[in-house]
């Protein structure tokens, strides 16, 4: 059963930075497309970034430029490098890797429901 393991949550003041890490228990990095996802209070939980196993990446519109997703294969780590935070990025953050066998499919347009495998969330609050 594969498992991902968020961290680098925290409290940080506005146009301030976080980078969280999520690892997994198996290589899957090397094989699976990657994301991370958000989810504040009382919404729907939306996607930050994808990364595909070639590395390639995608965003959401309204986040590009200020956060940024990339992994370690060698050390089964993904990364989301998040900068000038605003009081809206409060959430709790999760990785997530997607069903293997959509492998054929483009990684950049994968919804939610192709995401079988959640880490347990890392809280992020900005405070203005």
């Known amino acids: 059963q594969e498992r991902l393991v968020e961290s680098g949550g925290g409290s940080v003041q506005a146009g301030g930075s976080l980078r969280l890490s999520c690892t997994a228990s198996?290589?899957?990095?090397?094989?699976?497309?990657m994301a991370w996802f958000r989810q504040a209070p009382g919404k729907e939980r939306e996607g930050v970034a994808r990364i595909d196993v070639d590395g390639s990446t995608n965003y959401a519109d309204s986040l590009r430029g200020r956060f940024t997703i990339s992994k370690d294969n060698a050390k089964n780590t993904l990364y989301l490098q998040m900068n000038n935070l605003k009081a809206e990025d409060s959430a709790t953050y999760y990785c997530?890797?997607?069903?293997?066998?959509?492998?054929?499919?483009?990684?950049?347009?994968?919804?939610?429901?192709?995401?079988?495998?959640w880490g347990q969330g890392t809280q992020v609050t900005v405070s203005s």
């Open positions: 198996e290589d899957t990095f090397r094989r699976a497309c």
């Open positions: 997530a890797r997607r069903y293997s066998l959509l492998r054929d499919r483009p990684c950049a347009t994968a919804s939610r429901s192709d995401f079988g495998y």
